[in-house]
């Protein structure tokens, strides 16, 4: 009986330790996770790098400069998904390299065109509304009319999650949008170059403020509630890259912290077409 007692103190002993091991491990990996971004709509999450989540959110911007529907940019993203993950890749068969895998030799631009994400994309987009019916088609068969690729139905793989992106990138979820990152500190931010970044990629769906020589905040206005939550987002999105602190729109604040993934709700809203983006 001595034995079995002593066992089982040994047993209990060893039960907590290994639980407290546990306990602490997962600590540990909160304390020391990753920086990443999360995309949530309905049953669908999408959970991403926070280079994943820029270059997203410049396919979705792209799109909402050329005034194109959401389903553009949903089957531009499940595309470059597909391709690369929604990574700037600079290899690839043959001579693919970028986003969209694009090659050279079969006339998508050069090698530091297809490397540019904003090109990149034009490119895709260029392409794509020259494909008859691609409003209304197929998604994996109308990105194949694009890509023309060696593995035509990959691209159903993925197209639940090009919606879902789509949908929070380009605005259409609005204040009921999930999509937010967790970032550590980072350096100061470029006023300037997030200003050129975004004419860059929205065009003239947005006015952008000039934010000065001193100032650390740029004011943002939209034509419509959908384009500032496009922004907004995009925001976020570039927020690891650009220096971004905070981003508010409409009754919703963004604050860059690496405990929390959520917008905070405001007592007083702001103008709903209105985003401002505070950097470091």
């Known amino acids: 009986m001595r034995r079995t007692a002593g066992t089982l103190v040994v047993v209990a002993v060893m039960v907590v330790s290994g639980l407290g091991a546990v306990v602490g491990a997962r600590w540990l990996v909160e304390e020391v996770r ?29 799109s909402v400069g050329r005034g194109l529907p959401p389903r553009a940019a949903t089957i531009a993203l499940a595309t470059a998904i597909q391709e690369s993950k929604l990574r700037n890749l600079r290899y690839g068969d043959a001579d693919s390299q970028g986003l969209f895998q694009q090659r050279p030799s079969q006339g998508w631009g050069s090698v530091e065109e297809v490397t540019d994400p904003v090109h990149a994309t034009g490119s895709f987009y260029d392409a794509l ?61 470029d ?11 929205f065009g003239t769906a947005v006015a952008v403020a000039d ?59 702001g103008p709903a077409t209105e985003v401002v983006v505070e950097l470091g």
């Open 211 to 269: 934010p000065g020589p001193e100032t650390g905040t740029v004011t943002v206005t939209a034509g419509d509630t959908a384009a500032a939550w496009a922004v907004a987002t995009w925001a976020v999105a570039h927020a690891d890259a650009r220096g971004v602190l905070g981003v508010t729109v409409g009754d919703r604040r963004w604050v860059r912290d690496r405990s929390a993934l959520e917008w905070d709700v405001l007592e007083q809203a």
């Open 129 to 189: 509304v020259e494909v008859p019916g691609w409003e209304t088609g197929v998604v994996t068969e109308v990105a194949q009319e694009v890509q023309r690729s060696a593995f035509p139905e990959a691209y159903a793989d993925h197209e639940q999650e090009g919606r879902a992106l789509a949908s929070v990138l380009t605005g259409q979820e609005g204040a009921g949008t999930l999509m937010t990152c967790r970032l550590a500190d980072r350096g100061a931010g």
């Open 191 to 201: 006023p300037v170059g997030l200003v050129t970044a975004l004419q860059e990629q």
């Open 34 to 62: 990753p920086d990443r971004c999360l995309v949530k709509v309905g049953d669908t999450t999408v959970r991403l790098t926070p280079e994943q989540t820029a270059n997203a959110a410049t396919i979705a911007a792209v």
